[in-house]
């Protein structure tokens, strides 16, 4: 790029108004990569003859072999229109569903999107997911209709055909919006929006959200006559609006362009006769003005250039086009040369998409307050409860002023790496004369120095060969042999090493290069942060610690040109830019900003949910800590993978699909860490639960009896063994009983699935508990947290849910009686207080407010001093449960017994006051219990439960015995567990495949294969297409995309997205016992337990015992050579 374009963009970017922040959204492989190739054509900075083909954008060497876009990456461009210059920050995104956090990455900068619609495939899974995006961020969406050409020379429809798959396809987007419209999301904003309203009676302003059915939402649509819809191929270069159409025919025809634009599309037609343009073209059979005037010209272009390769016929067109096609085009053998030749000059895309941009996207100075809030007000809190210094900040977003004194606001979405060598300071620059004159100077002098010193050598060549080495190193010499390997050696090193650019916008003030700003993290509080800082400060003061706040100052400023970066010395607002040299200072994303008053901005929306683990190690176990920095660099680098390191010291990477793995481990290899690496296969999550007994059997007898007794010889038989102690009682109930080893205290509990539907809300619910889980913790603390009336309102709506849901004599008041949520106080498990006349504070004690409770006898107060244990105990259990040390999901524990006795506590308090001899014993004691017990005292040790009370100050809550009932309690929750019929939950996909008819057989067969389940499939009308709806176990997915679509010759692909966990059905621990079934499934019966192969393998996975023969047949002598 030369310098005076960058000139004039630096100069168009102190101009808002002029400047439009747009990204391209889409399903995968619709085509946005090729549009942004033909934009950046319009500005030169590639050959129009390369647009479509070179996929600039797509910078990555995978994504260029892969053929997708995997990083979203950015370019400013110009676009003249008449006498006004624009500015265009251009965002071209990955429509993958594993890179979709890349998307929201983008939407977050932007104040606007085009999205792109493949004309054969229409809308698809990630449009639908694009476009909900572009709304929950409240951003205005553009369409472009993209392929045109394939509906032309693929699927060979006539162009009425066309017009009329053409329409259902705007229906189809149309009705996404509007789903969208009436949808939670919106019905939610609207609630808001009249909860506003209400507090604000004199407010008189009409809004569209106010009230759905009063709404005005025809501006909402995408329709071609309100000029928000280009109809385009990309690859062919072409595409238009029906407004240039209107232009060009109300010139030729003499009819007004407003009329023209009112029926271009639309069921009207030319009444030739009466010259008059005419409703219920369908109705008479007659052709649509859009077919007449529109695409019967392109379909002509096409049918001369492409399928006859009718030359006269193409020169007389290109003469009545007035266009001018070079004559090489002409004689091409590839007629797609010629047909771009002539379509990019007769109607550019590039010209149709960048003047609908500029036209119908709004500039950075027009965002709406609505957008503002919601950007300034995070979690639960809302705008007005902000500090006031806060709230008037929003006047600078709405100014959007570069003033030397508007307070800057910058939101950082991403940090990406760049390799140092590619930054503009490293480049290579083009010398001016004075310096080749220099270079040249200095060059002879050397050649010069080198010819004497070779005269020297030959003169001296009798001389010895020690004193001949010494006369070599001439200090002249010696310094450019100095210089030549410092710059040999260092540079790679140097340049290998790559830096991290923060992806950003300005949405206040001027950014100059040296300033000094506060870096906010998501977490920040600006009340805390005001009150913390003296008033006025400034970054570069010296200041008290504030959490969540760090100050540092600009070192580099970037304006991102795709592939390529240049420097720049400031920012004006409402640009999208990049920032080097902040890696020190921010993780992923972050805010900026002069003013402590400003609050970090909500966090962006990821729809996909990590759920690929693999865990990776150096192949030379040398190169560990590179693999821990390389890991590190990844995961600043990617907006969604994140970084863990196990109990088990594992390093473990978790990505969101496949492609998202094979990206982030290449990149750890070649980029980031280095080294050689070997990835284990996926980990795949499980989940263990229990599911009600059936009540009979198939065969005919009654089987809850049959399972009761064979639990209670299970039990006797481990007693026997030594396994279990004889503090345990198994009822054939299913009750679990269980004293601590020093049989102080006696707990009984009970395993009772959840039903299905309180599973998912409590899954679903995860962040709210949380809440919850906090605010009672600073309860206890005593400590009076201020909870925003909408979080209490959520909290009251989630528990009037779980007591809809929770119905039935079983579950009677059990809501009230609700003790924990876990594992890790928030999961899907529920442990329950079942326990005659304990009493113990509600979990929902913050809804009720200032009611205290009562006060109980002596053995509840004693209770209540180890209630944290029997909590901790329950954690422990849910957190990996007996099947296969996973986390535990959708079950209940019900506490019925749990006794102290007094005695025996008031004796052993006495003892350990007394002598000390006894301690060892409890000590021994202690040891017997499992060593999570050991964990989990740490844990409970904490402050929270520190109540003192004069009457059981004896009773010492941090003692060992704490530390036994939690161990207790933990075992007591396996057993009980064990005694139900237990089930593993395997992680699902949903899958979206789109395939042609002849191929849907062998996607059936491969979805068989993988036992997979469709759920339902339909024909996409108007195509050939099938979409194709199935859910797939995790499990059985790696490979899967790969495998469709080698067995279809790559016509269909599949799109995975993590949507549930599912109970497998076959039972893990059955055997058969019966003769039939013995014959059947075979001793061992593992043929068909798919469940039992799951749980062994993460068993195997783990170390623990896997109960396998691993000999067969051992009598039998084998000669491994013979393999017999
Ligand atoms: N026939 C036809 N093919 C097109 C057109 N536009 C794009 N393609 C082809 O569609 C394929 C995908 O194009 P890309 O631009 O890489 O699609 P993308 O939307 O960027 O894909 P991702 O970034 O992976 O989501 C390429 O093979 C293009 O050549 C078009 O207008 N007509
Ligand atoms: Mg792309």
Not at 775 to 781: A, D, I, K, Q, Y
Not at 822 to 839: E, F, K, M, T, V
Not at 856 to 884: E, H, K, Y
Not at 952 to 963: F, K, L, N, R, T
Request: charged residues 25%.
């Amino acid at each position: 790029m030369g310098h005076t374009r960058l000139d004039k963009i630096i100069s168009l970017q102190r101009n808002p108004a002029n400047i439009r922040n747009i990204c391209i959204l889409a399903h995968v492989d619709h085509g946005k990569t090729t549009l942004a190739d033909c934009l950046v054509a319009s500005n030169g900075i590639i050959s129009s003859r390369l647009a479509g083909k070179l996929r600039y954008l797509d910078s990555r060497e995978d994504e260029q072999i892969r053929g997708i876009t995997m990083k979203s990456s950015a370019i400013s461009l110009h676009y003249g229109d008449g006498d006004k210059d624009y500015l265009l920050n251009l965002i071209d995104s990955p429509g993958h569903v594993d890179f979709s956090s890349e998307v929201s990455t983008a939407v977050r900068l932007c104040d606007g999107a085009i999205i792109i619609v493949d004309a054969v495939e229409g809308v698809c899974p990630q449009t639908q997911a694009v476009l909900r995006q572009a709304w929950l961020e409240n951003i205005r969406p553009l369409l472009v209709i993209n392929k045109i050409d394939k509906l032309i020379v693929q699927l060979k429809l006539t162009s009425q055909e066309a017009y009329n798959h053409l329409q259902k396809i705007l229906e189809q987007v149309n009705a996404v919006t509007g789903s969208l419209f009436t949808s939670k999301v919106l019905e939610e904003r609207a609630e808001k929006e009249q909860e506003e309203k209400d507090s604000k009676s004199l407010d008189d302003i009409y809004e569209w959200s106010a009230g759905l059915e009063h709404a005005d939402d025809s501006n909402l649509y995408f329709s071609p006559d309100q000029g928000n819809v280009v109809f385009a191929s990309a690859i062919d270069g072409w595409g238009f609006r029906i407004q240039h159409f209107a232009h060009i025919y109300s010139q030729r025809m003499g009819i007004r362009v407003e009329v023209l634009l009112k029926t271009l599309w639309g069921d009207f037609y030319l009444n030739a006769k009466a010259k008059k343009i005419m409703k219920g073209a369908q109705a008479k059979g007659k052709k649509p003005l859009f077919v007449q005037l529109v695409l019967d010209n392109i379909w002509s272009l096409y049918d001369a250039v492409v399928t006859k390769r009718d030359k006269e016929k193409v020169e007389k067109m290109v003469e009545s086009l007035d266009l001018k096609v070079m004559a090489r085009d002409l004689r091409h053998s590839d007629p797609k040369v010629l047909l771009g030749a002539i379509c990019s000059q007769w109607l550019p895309v590039s010209q149709a998409v960048l003047s609908m941009v500029c036209e119908k996207l709004p500039s950075p100075l027009e965002m709406t307050t609505e957008r503002v809030e919601k950007l300034m007000s995070v979690g639960a809190r809302r705008f007005d409860s902000l500090p006031d210094q806060t709230q008037e900040l929003k006047k600078a977003f709405l100014q959007c002023s570069s003033e030397e004194d508007a307070p800057i606001i910058i939101f950082v979405s991403k940090m990406f790496a760049v390799e140092a060598k590619a930054l503009p300071q490293k480049k290579q620059r083009l010398l001016t004369q004075e310096e080749i004159a220099q270079r040249r100077e200095l060059a002879r002098q050397r050649h010069a120095e080198r010819m004497a010193a070779v005269q020297i050598a030959e003169s001296q060549k009798d001389v010895a060969p020690s004193e001949r080495m010494q006369h070599t190193i001439q200090p002249g010499g010696d310094s450019t042999a100095k210089v030549e390997s410092q710059t040999g050696g260092e540079l790679p090193e140097e340049e290998s090493k790559d830096t991290f650019i923060a992806f950003a916008r300005v949405y206040s003030g001027l950014l100059k290069k040296g300033r000094s700003v506060f870096i906010l993290g998501p977490k920040y509080d600006p009340a805390r942060g005001l009150d913390m800082l003296p008033e006025g400060c400034s970054a570069s003061d010296s200041l008290p610690a504030v959490p969540h706040l760090s100050c540092c100052s600009v070192e580099s400023l970037y304006l991102l040109m795709g592939r390529e970066l240049e420097e720049l010395e400031e920012v004006p607002a409402g640009n999208v830019f990049g920032i080097g040299g902040l890696e020190e200072y921010i993780l992923k994303s972050a805010t900026i900003s002069t003013s402590p008053a400003c609050p970090p901005f909500t966090p962006l929306n990821f729809e996909a949910t990590p759920i690929v683990r693999v865990a990776v190690e150096p192949k030379h176990p040398s190169d560990m800590p590179k693999l821990v920095l390389g890991m590190r660099l990844l995961n600043q680098a990617d907006p969604c993978a994140e970084v863990l390191i196990q109990e088990t010291g594992e390093h473990v990477l978790v990505t969101a699909g496949e492609v998202h793995l094979q990206r982030c481990l290449d990149d750890l290899r070649d980029r980031f860490a280095r080294i050689e690496i070997s990835a284990s296969k996926p980990i795949i999550p499980f989940r263990e639960t229990v599911v009600r007994p059936p009540k009979l059997d198939m065969v005919n007898e009654e089987l809850g009896k049959q399972q009761k007794v064979a639990i209670i010889h299970q039990v006797k038989e481990e007693v026997c063994q030594g396994r279990l102690s004889e503090n345990m009682h198994v009822e054939p109930s299913g009750l679990v009983t269980l004293s601590t080893s020093n049989r102080v205290a006696t707990v009984g509990v009970r395993a009772i699935p959840l039903p299905q539907e309180v599973t998912s809300l409590l899954d679903g619910s995860s962040e709210l508990i949380r809440t919850l889980e906090h605010v009672n913790m600073s309860l206890r603390e005593g400590k009076n947290l201020e909870v925003s009336p909408r979080t209490q309102e959520t909290i009251a709506g989630f528990k009037a849910q779980l007591e809809g849901l929770l119905q039935g004599r079983k579950w009677r008041n059990a809501v009230e009686r609700i003790w924990a949520f876990g594992p890790r106080r928030c999961g899907p498990n529920i442990l329950l207080n079942s326990i005659d006349g304990y009493q113990r504070p509600s979990v929902w004690q913050c809804l009720e407010r200032g009611e205290n409770t009562t006060e109980d006898g002596g053995q509840a107060s004693v209770l209540r001093d180890f209630d944290n244990s029997i909590v901790s105990g329950f954690q422990l259990a849910t957190l990996s449960g007996p099947m296969c040390e996973e986390p535990l999901m959708g079950v209940c524990f019900s506490v019925e017994k749990w006794v102290h006795s007094n005695t025996q506590l008031q004796h052993q308090d006495s003892s350990e006051d007394s002598c000390s001899s006894n301690e060892a014993i409890l000590g021994n004691k202690a040891e017997s219990t499992s060593e999570s017990s050991v964990q989990a005292e740490d844990k409970t040790a904490g402050p929270s439960q520190g109540r003192h009370r004069a009457d059981v100050a004896s009773v010492d809550c941090y003692g060992p015995i704490s530390g036994q009932l939690i161990a207790a309690m933990k075992d007591v929750c396996r057993h009980a567990f064990q005694a139900q019929p237990q089930r593993l939950m395997a992680a699902m996909y949903t899958c979206e495949i789109i395939a042609t008819a002849d191929v849907l057989g062998r996607v059936y067969g491969v979805l068989g294969k993988r036992e997979g389940r469709v759920l339902h499939e339909e024909m996409k009308e108007g195509t050939e297409m099938f979409l194709i709806k199935a859910v797939l176990p995790v499990a059985e997915s790696f490979g899967f995309a790969d495998e469709i679509r080698k067995r279809t010759s790559g016509l269909a692909s599949p799109q995975l997205v993590f949507s549930h966990w599912e109970v497998i059905s076959s039972d893990p621990c059955w055997v058969p016992t019966t003769e039939e079934e013995y014959l059947h499934f075979g001793e061992k019966a593992d043929s068909m337990n798919q469940a039992l192969k799951y749980m062994n393998t993460v068993r195997r996975r783990k170390g623990l015992y896997v109960e396998e023969k691993i000999v067969e047949h051992a009598e039998k002598q084998r000669t491994l050579s013979k393999n017999k």
